[in-house]
C-alpha cells in the first residue's frame, strides 16, 4: 500500500467529563469547537458505567430540531418514546436513528436498575432544506446490523458500507459511515475512505495504531483520532481484544447555529425553534 495514500492522524482529542439528561455521568467526545472540523458531525458522547447512580435518571423529556440522533448501545436496555408516537427498546448491539427535522421531544430511559449500561450518542447534521423535514425514528436490533468477518476482526456496520456490506442506514446528503470495529486478535483493517470525507476513529477498549507522520501512533481507550483529509485509505492496526468506531462523513459546508438541543443555520431560525417549542408545537 502506498504510504501517502493513507488517511493519517492529525490530532488525538481526550474527551470531557460531564452529566447530562438528569445527572447521567458520560464523555463528551466530540464537543462544540469541533463541530465545523467534523462536519456533518455535531456531537458524540460515550457512556458507560456498572453504577446505575451513573445512568438510572436518565435522559427525561426533552426536545430537538434541525439534526439526526444515533444512539447505539454496546450494553444494557433503553427505552425510546417521543411525541410523535414512536416508541421501541434499545437493547445490547442495537441502534436507534432518530430525525429530529422539524422538533419533537423524547425521553431515553434505563430499564435496568443494576449491571452494566455502555454505549454512544452521536448527533448528525440535517443539510439546510431538511432541517424541518417530517420527524421520523427507525430502530435496529443487534441481529439487524450486518456484519463483516475478516481474519482476526469483526466489523459491524451501521452506516455506509464495508466489502460491499451495506449498513441499514443510508443519508444521500451526509454520506455517513459508522462501523464498530471488533479486534478479537491483532491485525490490520483498511478501507477505501476519500479525502473529502471528514473522519475519526474513537478507541473504546484496548488499543489501537493509526499511521502518523512518524510512522504508527497509539491510540488508547477514551480517545478520539482526526484523520487528515488527505489520501485516500484508512489504515488501522488493532491489538487483540481492542474495540473502536469508525466515522466519517459528506461535510455539508453550511454555517452551524445552536442553542441546547436545536441546531440551525442562522440565529432567527433558533429564535423560532425556541418559541415552537415554548408554544408546544413540538409536543
Same mark, same amino acid.
Given at each position: ?79 425510546? #418514546? ?88 443510508? #443519508? ?108 408546544? #408545537?413540538?409536543?
Amino acid at each position: 500500500m502506498r504510504e501517502s495514500s493513507l488517511r493519517t492522524l492529525e490530532r488525538l482529542v481526550t474527551g470531557q467529563a460531564t452529566q447530562d439528561g438528569a445527572g447521567v455521568r458520560l464523555t463528551r467526545v466530540l464537543t462544540h469547537d469541533l463541530q465545523q472540523r467534523l462536519d456533518p458531525f455535531l456531537m458524540l458522547d460515550a457512556f458507560g458505567s456498572d453504577d446505575p447512580d451513573d445512568y438510572i435518571a436518565g435522559f427525561p423529556d426533552h426536545p430537538h430540531r434541525g439534526f439526526e440522533t444515533i444512539t447505539y448501545m454496546i450494553a444494557g436496555r433503553m427505552r425510546h #418514546r417521543d411525541s410523535r408516537g414512536h416508541e421501541g427498546l434499545l437493547e445490547s448491539g442495537g441502534v436507534q436513528w432518530m430525525t429530529a427535522g422539524r422538533g419533537l421531544t423524547h425521553s431515553e430511559m434505563p430499564e435496568q436498575a443494576h449491571g452494566v449500561m455502555a454505549g454512544f450518542q452521536l448527533w448528525l447534521n440535517l443539510p439546510s432544506h431538511l432541517k424541518l423535514c417530517e420527524p421520523g425514528y427507525q430502530d435496529f436490533r443487534a441481529d439487524q446490523i450486518p456484519r463483516v468477518t475478516m481474519p482476526g476482526l469483526e466489523v459491524r456496520v451501521i452506516a455506509g458500507q464495508c466489502q460491499q456490506v451495506t449498513g441499514p442506514i443510508v #443519508r444521500a446528503q451526509t454520506q455517513p459511515l459508522f462501523l464498530d470495529l471488533h479486534f478479537e486478535q491483532a491485525c490490520d483493517f483498511s478501507l477505501p475512505l476519500p479525502a473529502r470525507l471528514n473522519a475519526f476513529v474513537y478507541v473504546y477498549q484496548g488499543q489501537v495504531q493509526v499511521p502518523g507522520s512518524q510512522g504508527l501512533q497509539n491510540v488508547g481507550p477514551e480517545r478520539m483520532a482526526i484523520l487528515r483529509n488527505e489520501g485516500d485509505t484508512l489504515a488501522l492496526h488493532g491489538q487483540a481484544g481492542a474495540r473502536a468506531i469508525v466515522l466519517a462523513g459528506q461535510p455539508l459546508d453550511e454555517p452551524i447555529a445552536q442553542y441546547g438541543p436545536f441546531v440551525m443555520n442562522t440565529r432567527q431560525e433558533l429564535m423560532q425553534a425556541v418559541e415552537d417549542f415554548r408554544a408546544g #408545537r413540538m409536543a
